[in-house]
């Protein structure tokens, strides 16, 4: 285990949830929640990585975490939690994955027919994680609430 | 629903029951258009209208519209608002959320909770606009760094998606087509990122190309979209992860523009 790697981690995707939350114009004063929400979560999620966990069910763990947070710090700073289950998950939301998959569409498009099937197993691979990855995102930080706020509906 | 409590409400009348619909309505329209999810309009619109004295409100969240059916005493009204999606702006979530509880403890009545909205709507940014460009490069340059990045990647990155933010943020003063802006801005990073690659900054120089229009990946979209559909939103659910996907092709298109025009290959 690289412990020096899991530092690097939580202070990287830290301040990548604090540059977002500075982009979706959060009140100043949860700026550093979500910067722990952010860090925390993120980390999580690359330490299961490393310990063999695939992809998809170490977000969902990271991203429930970022949730249980979220849920903490609403209360101590009167805030909805949505301000930092967005922000603390942000860092996991699969770009790079939606970015390889996007190119691998204009590659299947634009490649000669005999090449074509292994771009298309890659993109459609790149698509999945994409799917799955978000779904846990959603379903973690969302997790907290659907455990343990099952009120009556209002509406 | 409990239709006993609901009969004992004093009932309204029309003036009244009018400005209830019109002050829940306008509440509601401010979250949506504002990155809240569906769970949460609809709660709140709910939480200030029976705040406020209706006896009971039907509310449906629809992409780029919001019903509300007010009801009290015999009477009930119905009115419909058109709502265009704008950027994220969590603060106005946060303060119309705010604005709901004190509504609920009967701290703010009718007038108030007017001028209160009205405030609300005319709130400004809460940071500079050029400590937004630094924090969005630092973010994208950050992610860069979560990607294995070395120190020339990370400058690249860093300075590609601070200018593709300040882009952004012209052409959104401009009321450009969110779209149209998506495609520019993703040009102009990845051209910005291309410079890695041609330079030979470092020797896995896509990273930053990866990196650098992360500014503009949809995540308010798609994890909204996820999570209206957990909570049984399926509408709302879809419209948002289809606007997200549109908007992840208009990033591959001004990339892929970008990459080609200076013939830099992103794999």
Redesign the interface.
């Known amino acids: 285990m690289n412990w020096l790697n899991i530092l690097?981690?939580l202070f990287?995707?830290g301040?990548?949830a604090?540059?977002?939350?500075?982009?979706?114009?959060?009140?100043?004063k949860t700026l550093i929640a979500c910067f722990i929400c952010g860090a925390l979560g993120?980390a999580l999620r690359t330490l299961l990585m490393q310990l063999g966990v695939t992809i998809a069910p170490a977000t969902l763990a990271g991203a429930a975490l970022v949730g249980l947070l979220s849920d903490y710090f609403a209360r101590r700073l009167?805030?909805?939690s949505?301000?930092f289950?967005?922000?603390g998950?942000?860092?996991m939301?699969p770009?790079?994955f939606?970015?390889?998959a996007?190119?691998g569409?204009?590659r299947i498009a634009t490649s000669a027919p005999a090449t074509t099937e292994p771009i298309l197993m890659e993109t459609a691979v790149n698509f999945i994680n994409t799917g799955l990855i978000?779904?846990a995102?959603?379903?973690g930080?969302?997790m907290p609430m659907?455990l343990f706020r099952r009120r009556k509906p209002?509406? | 629903m409990d239709q006993e409590a609901v009969i004992e409400k004093p009932p309204l009348d029309h003036e009244t029951l009018r400005d209830v619909i019109d002050l829940s309505l306008w509440a509601g329209q401010m979250l949506l258009q504002h990155?809240?999810?569906t769970d949460?309009v609809?709660?709140v619109v709910?939480?200030i209208g029976t705040s406020l004295g209706a006896a009971w409100?039907?509310?449906l969240v629809s992409p780029n519209a919001l019903i509300v059916t007010t009801i009290s005493g015999d009477e009930f009204r119905t009115k419909v608002r058109r709502v265009v999606t704008l950027g994220?702006?969590?603060?106005?979530?946060?303060a119309i959320?705010?604005l709901a509880y004190r509504i609920s403890w009967g701290e703010v009545d009718r007038v108030e909770a007017r001028a209160e909205l009205l405030r609300i709507s005319a709130v400004r940014?809460?940071?500079n606009r050029w400590?937004?460009v630094g924090?969005?490069?630092?973010?994208?340059a950050?992610?860069s760094?979560?990607?294995g990045a070395d120190l020339g990647v990370f400058a690249v990155t860093f300075l590609s998606s601070a200018a593709a933010?300040f882009v952004r943020q012209e052409m959104s003063r401009r009321h450009i087509n969110a779209f149209m802006i998506v495609v520019v801005t993703a040009f102009v990073a990845g051209a910005g990122a291309s410079t890695a690659t041609l330079f030979q900054l470092s020797p896995n120089p896509q990273i930053a190309?990866?990196?650098s229009?992360?500014?503009l990946?949809p995540?308010?979209h798609?994890?909204n979209?996820?999570?209206d559909?957990?909570?049984g939103h399926m509408v709302t659910g879809l419209v948002r992860g289809f606007t997200g996907a549109v908007i992840?092709?208009c990033?591959?298109l001004g990339?892929?523009l970008a990459m080609q025009l200076l013939g830099v290959s992103?794999?």
Not at chain 2, 135 to 140: E, N, R, S, T
């Open positions: 690097q981690d990287w995707s301040v990548v604090v540059g977002f939350a500075v982009l979706f114009n959060v009140p100043r993120h009167e805030t909805p949505l301000v289950g967005i922000c998950a942000i860092a939301v770009g790079s939606a970015y390889r996007m190119l569409l204009i978000l779904a995102i959603a379903l930080i969302t659907l209002v509406v | 990155g809240a999810d949460r609809e709660s709910h939480l409100l039907d509310i994220v702006n969590l603060s106005i979530v946060c959320n705010d940014s809460n940071y400590v937004v924090m969005v490069g630092l973010a994208c950050s992610l760094r979560l990607f933010m190309l990866a990196a229009v992360l500014l990946v995540g308010v798609l994890i979209s996820l999570r559909m957990i909570n992840s092709m990033i591959a990339l892929l992103g794999l």
